[in-house]
């Protein structure tokens, strides 16, 4: 028997070794090394065998890394049978009945795992093959929603120099769902993300009114977002807010025209009941109640009106007194795919307020989550995470808990329960509704976290200082920092072919022409200079007028704009001439992180999307700019240069593109053709507007930023991934800071929590 941490010790280990390689001659099919085990470690053996003529076999060398964590729970182990349920383990709000005598809950507003097996969940998994389903509903008392875990003998957390807990969550969104009124003009406009109205159930923002007897609404869909071709705005009758709920409904969509649809039974599947294709927004609809009949109907003008359906819902099964309203869905599940639509001339037989809700979409809403531990003399400590909206996020996220502070109020030697809880523990606070997943909780010992802790040489954020390290150094080789001296750009400047004063208007003060078209009600701000457009993200923008792309091989392009937002919405455009074909400027988007600058440009080397460093929705000015210059493509943000690349000299396709500003484009004329699955709008104040046919230095960028005396450019935004390549701390990647990395070569020593 040969052991040890060397592979090539083991390797070449015979009985002769002296080291502690050779472990002696074993007559048992198991070894326990004396020495124990290190978490964390990798160790060798190689087993010869020795034959009855003397002669001896040698082995193969074989590994076994010792994990560096404990687990506590990986929700592995449950199924859909009694003992092993994940609601027997985990003990909800509700609790269990069979087998008796079962567990009454522990009265709070969670769920654990599913009404029907599988109970665990099988798709929406961090690790292996199952996590937990939490459902919580703070909406009622208590007010907040726990499950607790009680372990069948005490456990020691700090057993084999455990330090950490952790555990994997994954939330859902928050509702894109909303209802507003413009008290002036009546116009009603509504957002909504939904996988659809139709099958047994639905998902829909739905905006109503009770109605009792004999009724009927009518409306005229003013637009509707290509979410989907199948994205539905329009009129209904609705038995119940259920999402399985009888409704008669009439709808416009954006690629199928106008259908009557409904569904006669309660979760029974839903049915086409007329519909005409080659219709578009602004589309009138009607729907009437009378008794049990339906009858559905749309208009070009609201006074001319054509049957569409006429469908028998009995009255007994319908019951008296029903919902009426506006409904909206996006047929699109993901909810980053927000659809908006537009109702004027609405009049309804309803009675009340508008009131307004999703209809079948779970939502999260912005609430504490917790753990507590729990030791055998029924002591107990609370953690919660740092950031409320973190249950909003449709991401798997690591929470890491330094077990240093449950440490003085819980023995953690000697912990027989776990509590995961959402909302103010103990109640008092009234909050909502919505579901995480909880996957793989485990107990580690310190380790490489790189957000909380890690060399500072650790270029790659492995905790680690090697080649990977150097390699990104050799990248960043000799980039020092520069002064820019602001010039003023040319007034006239022939190859400023769109700008957008928005002083009260969105005309083109270039001289070209090329004016822009307000749609959807648009409001007028003080800007940076004079006034500024004012856009609400959900249904307004420019459409640029007579300026086009149809031609490949387009060499420059300077896109740039003063831009003021506090929107924590992910993708919004500033101007787009189509990222597929052209090129958009936008903020987030397929280039930017959430907040910052984001410029995608389609080169003849393929599409580029490259982001900014410096988050610019915060409620201030500030100027962004895109450049494309022969291949090499810029990000400037308040005169700075944030990101640079170099790809295909040229860009465009030659596919036909019209242009907006506010909103993405795959205009094929003049605010035609705009299929966009997400339309991306811009919510906030834009101003200064322009769009020029050749690339601007970065010294008549800055000016146009307001810079007019000399700045240095900041050295951090220059370096990739990001300013800590500058190890020294000076302007310049040199020796020195070589020199930092080779001092600290293959340091593991920045380890989380420290021991």
Request: aromatic share 10%; net charge negative.
């Amino acid at each position: 028997m040969y052991f040890g941490t060397s592979e090539l010790a083991v390797a070449g280990a015979d009985t002769s070794d002296t080291t502690g390689i050779y472990r002696g001659l074993q007559a048992h099919t198991s070894y326990l090394p004396p020495e124990g085990l290190q978490p964390g470690e990798t160790y060798y053996w190689r087993i010869d065998e020795l034959n009855a003529d003397a002669s001896v076999s040698e082995g193969r060398v074989w590994s076994l890394t010792v994990a560096d964590y404990l687990i506590v729970d990986d929700f592995e182990d449950y199924n859909d049978y009694w003992p092993d349920k994940i609601f027997q383990t985990w003990i909800d709000g509700f609790g269990y009945t069979d087998p008796p005598p079962g567990d009454p809950g522990n009265g709070t507003g969670s769920t654990v795992g599913y009404l029907d097996a599988p109970y665990a969940e099988q798709t929406v998994v961090h690790g292996g093959g199952q996590s937990m389903p939490f459902a919580y509903d703070n909406s009622v008392a208590p007010f907040y929603s726990e499950t607790t875990r009680t372990f069948e003998s005490p456990q020691n957390f700090t057993r084999r120099g455990m330090k950490a807990l952790t555990l994997w969550f994954q939330g859902t969104p928050p509702s894109v769902g909303s209802f507003t009124q413009d008290p002036a003009t009546g116009v009603i406009t509504i957002t909504a993300g939904g996988d659809d109205i139709w099958d047994e159930a639905d998902q829909f923002h739905f905006v109503y009114q009770r109605l009792s007897g004999n009724g009927s609404i009518e409306a005229q869909v003013l637009m509707v977002d290509f979410t989907h071709a199948w994205a539905k705005a329009g009129v209904m009758i609705r038995e119940t807010l259920d999402p399985d709920s009888m409704h008669a409904s009439v709808f416009v969509t954006p690629g199928n025209g106008v259908a009557a649809q409904n569904r006669p039974v309660t979760a029974d599947v839903s049915q086409t009941g007329g519909s005409l294709a080659g219709i578009e927004a602004p589309h009138w609809v009607r729907i009437e109640r009378s008794s049990s009949t339906f009858r559905s109907y749309h208009s070009t003008n609201g006074t001319d009106w054509e049957e569409l359906s006429t469908d028998i819902i009995p009255m007994a099964a319908m019951g008296g007194d029903v919902y009426i309203g506006l409904a909206l869905t996006s047929h699109n599940a993901n909810p980053i795919n927000r659809c908006a639509a537009m109702f004027s001339d609405v009049t309804s037989t309803g009675t009340g307020p508008w009131l307004s809700q999703d209809i079948g979409i779970v939502s999260n809403t912005e609430e504490p989550l917790y753990v507590v531990l729990e030791d055998s003399t029924g002591a107990n400590k609370k953690v919660e995470h740092e950031d409320p909206a973190a249950i909003q996020s449709d991401t798997w996220q690591e929470w890491n808990i330094d077990l240093s502070e449950f440490t003085g109020a819980v023995n953690l030697a000697s912990i027989t329960k776990m509590h995961i809880g959402v909302g103010v523990r103990g109640g008092g606070q009234v909050g909502g509704e919505g579901e995480l997943f909880f996957d793989d909780i485990v107990l580690y010992t310190p380790r490489c976290v790189p957000l909380i802790q890690k060399p500072a040489a650790s270029l790659n954020d492995d905790c680690v200082i090697d080649y990977l390290d150097l390699e990104i150094l050799v990248d960043n080789w000799l980039e020092q920092g520069y002064d820019v001296t602001p010039v003023a750009v040319p007034s006239p400047d022939p190859y400023l072919v769109a700008h957008y004063t928005f002083d009260g208007n969105a005309n083109d003060v270039s001289g070209n022409g090329n004016d822009g078209v307000e749609r959807n009600g648009p409001t007028y701000v003080p800007g940076v200079a004079g006034q500024a457009i004012s856009l609400n993200g959900v249904a307004q923008y420019v459409a640029i007028q007579n300026l086009s792309y149809s031609a490949p091989g387009q060499t420059e392009v300077t896109v740039c704009a003063w831009v003021r937002t506090s929107s924590d919405i992910a993708n919004q455009a500033i101007a787009s001439f189509d990222r597929n074909e052209y090129w958009r400027l936008e903020i987030g988007g397929d280039g930017g992180d959430d907040g910052t600058v984001g410029w995608s440009v389609m080169t003849s080397l393929g599409q580029v999307d490259m982001g900014g460093r410096t988050a610019v929705n915060d409620g201030q000015w500030h100027h962004v700019a895109g450049v494309f210059n022969n291949g090499a493509v810029h990000i400037y943000v308040d005169g700075n240069r944030e990101a640079s690349v170099t790809s295909g000299e040229t860009f465009g396709t030659g596919t036909v593109r019209y242009g907006y500003v506010g909103m993405r484009s795959e205009a094929t004329e003049f605010d035609r053709g705009t299929t966009v699955n997400v339309p991306w709008r811009f919510d906030g104040d834009l101003d200064d507007v322009r769009v020029y046919i050749r690339a601007l230095s970065q010294a008549e960028v800055a000016h146009l930023a307001g810079k007019t005396e000399t700045f240095t450019q900041p050295f951090d935004l220059l370096l990739s991934p990001d300013g800590a390549v500058n190890t020294f701390d000076d302007n310049t990647i040199d020796f020195k800071d070589y020199a930092v990395l080779v001092d600290m070569w293959l340091d593991e020593s920045e380890l989380w929590p420290q021991p």
